[in-house]
DNA sequence: CATAGGGCTTCCAGTCACTGGAAGGTCAAG
DNA sequence: CTTGACCTTCCAGTGACTGGAAGCCCTATG
């Protein structure tokens, strides 16, 4: 398989693909021309990498997961760890976010948005 | 005042003031031996900097917004129409996250997290 | 007067995970 | 034979800092 075919069925930029095998997750081979030569199971690492990456685990997770994944004798609580420390970490992304935005809809509330120069929303952030 | 009067006072490392004039953000005269030297009104800049930043707007945006405040013909609805684009961000923000919180928390509950390697995160990873 | 410490300066490099673009090789179709 | 889509490498940039090295400045103490 060439990069454009596994990065259709992975559903990422052919870039993202160069990029994985630069820091080393994915190893393909090389054909004569060049090209990369991506097996079935290279692909089937991409996708499972995409999944991860779409659910916000970081690279450095990702490559963990990958080594769990082909390690026929992990046990599951490693995985569980991994994914149970990154929905920590999301939780606390949410709450930042719920507080900005809690914040931020009562300015936009309070401020009339017309031609006149008197802003609510300034002011809080010149006053606290 | 020293920049780390200012650091103090705005709650920002003295790293990032820096960073803040290097970007035109403040511009800060010079004593004679070279350091920089703040004003009240550079310090009260950096305050209002400091808090937009906490509440998520960007670098540019906080550009612009510290201009709005700068002008005193400025209409409140240019500042409201920054701020409803971030607040609408930050929604979509929130939704994406909630959406990899749910994923991620479903699959924590189902996986049993002890010595044996069958995991339902790695398989769901793996098949969809 | 020397020195020790803290604060200040600049500049360079690194972070994270890509992304854009230039310059050029390869391949299949018409 | 040419066109156009694909592939290659390499370099640079993103956002908003952050860390660190090398060195100057200021104050306080011995």
């Known amino acids: 398989m060439n990069i454009g075919d596994v ?3 992975a559903g ?3 870039k993202t693909i160069r990029y994985y095998e ?6 393909p081979t090389r054909d004569a021309n060049g090209y990369r030569a991506f097996t079935e199971q290279d692909a089937h690492k991409l996708i ?3 999944r991860a990456r779409a659910l ?3 690279i450095e997770e990702c ?3 990958l080594a ?3 390690d026929r004798a992990r046990a599951s609580a490693d995985v569980r760890a991994i994914a149970k420390d990154h929905l920590a970490r999301i939780e606390e992304k949410i709450a930042d976010l719920e507080a900005m935005r809690d914040t931020l809809s009562d300015l936009v509330r309070s401020c009339a948005g017309d031609n006149r120069p008197d802003c609510p929303i300034l002011t809080s952030l010149a006053e606290g």
């Open 48 to 50: 499972f990498l995409a």
């Open 56 to 58: 916000g685990f970081s």
């Open 12 to 14: 990422l930029p052919a």
């Open 68 to 70: 769990l994944w082909e």
């Open 63 to 65: 490559r963990a997961l």
């Open 7 to 9: 990065a259709e069925r």
């Open 22 to 27: 630069d820091i080393g997750l994915v190893r």
